[in-house]
């Protein structure tokens, strides 16, 4: 008796949960909404096949690597370096840019990441943003007007628990007491990828602490820039969470949607890098910089194969 109780209550939150994804035609309302809204300008000519992007000695490495089928890896060890070589990558891509991580906050490091990509996103470039639900920003305005930005920018939540952005404590503990298994599958992958060229892969998300800019907590972490044909294994490997049924676009996500579609939205403020940000980003696009931190330091392998589990922790399958 004991165990049908369980069964039947487990399939009762079953149910609750799946009723609460947005319905196919608050969806289609949505989707209507967003693409007439976004903005579509571009701030560079059409025909420009540089995307306007900022001249990269990092880039030009990661095609070499490819083109001689090269292997190459630079151990990140600081904070500062980490943060300056995501920006410069930013500025230099062409064609897109991938991230992946558990958190992104929107603290000072956080909103200068965002700036970045969306500057990127109006050069031309496609930017996929992709975050785990439970520790990133989840202020539903704020996410309808990174939304709204331009159509090159798009934010997807991994396994958003109710199909909010935002969980208020009660969440949490019905979460945990119903489908405890279903709420902890979290998304920790931390990558960034650009253009099949370089990429970026370790322990950091994006937030003041990970990039030694916290003056309260000191932590410690290393990233992996890898250089060459590994990019697109990563890329890939981007491409199985973002494709996946636990993964929903951010304005699919019932709190978020109920924003959109309530009415006008004010734009993005302008953005002003906080002051203890600029010797870093008076330095990020120097090449003889870049160079010396990030070049000159890469260790060539015989062998470089990038692994990450698959969504929803799947097996991957026989080859």
Request: glycine residues 4%.
């Amino acid at each position: 008796m004991t165990h049908l109780r369980t069964a039947l209550l487990v399939l009762a939150w079953t149910l609750v949960l799946s009723a609460c994804s947005l319905a196919p035609s608050k969806v289609q309302e949505v989707d209507t909404r967003v693409a007439a809204s976004q903005d579509r300008s571009l701030d560079c000519a059409a025909g420009d096949a540089t995307r306007c992007s900022v001249p990269s000695p990092v880039l030009d490495f990661g095609e070499a690597a490819a083109r001689d089928g090269r292997q190459l890896l630079t151990l990140i060890e600081y904070g500062e370096d980490a943060l300056a070589l995501r920006v410069h990558l930013i500025r230099a891509a062409r064609e897109y840019i991938d991230v992946q991580n558990f958190i992104l906050r929107n603290d000072e490091t956080g909103e200068l990441f965002l700036n970045e990509l969306l500057n990127a996103a109006r050069r031309g470039v496609r930017v996929r943003l992709l975050l785990d639900q439970m520790f990133t920003f989840s202020d539903a305005t704020y996410l309808v007007l990174l939304t709204m930005e331009h159509a090159n920018f798009e934010i997807r939540f991994y396994n958003p628990s109710f199909q909010k952005a935002k969980m208020a404590k009660h969440d949490w503990i019905s979460a945990v007491a119903c489908c405890f298994r279903r709420f902890n599958q979290r998304m920790h992958n931390k990558l960034m990828v650009v253009d099949d060229r370089v990429g970026i892969v370790g322990g950091r998300n994006i937030a003041d602490r990970y990039f030694d800019y916290d003056t309260n907590y000191e932590f410690k972490d290393r990233d992996v820039a890898v250089f060459g044909a590994t990019a697109v294994e990563m890329r890939e490997s981007f491409d199985w969470f973002w494709e996946s049924p636990k993964t929903v676009p951010v304005q699919h996500l019932r709190d978020v949607a109920k924003e959109l579609l309530n009415g006008q939205h004010e734009e993005l403020p302008d953005f002003e890098p906080a002051s203890r940000l600029l010797p870093l980003l008076k330095r990020v696009d120097d090449a003889d910089d870049l160079g010396a931190r990030f070049i000159e330091p890469a260790l060539e392998v015989e062998r470089l194969e990038y692994f990450s589990d698959r969504p929803r922790k799947e097996a991957f399958p026989d080859d």
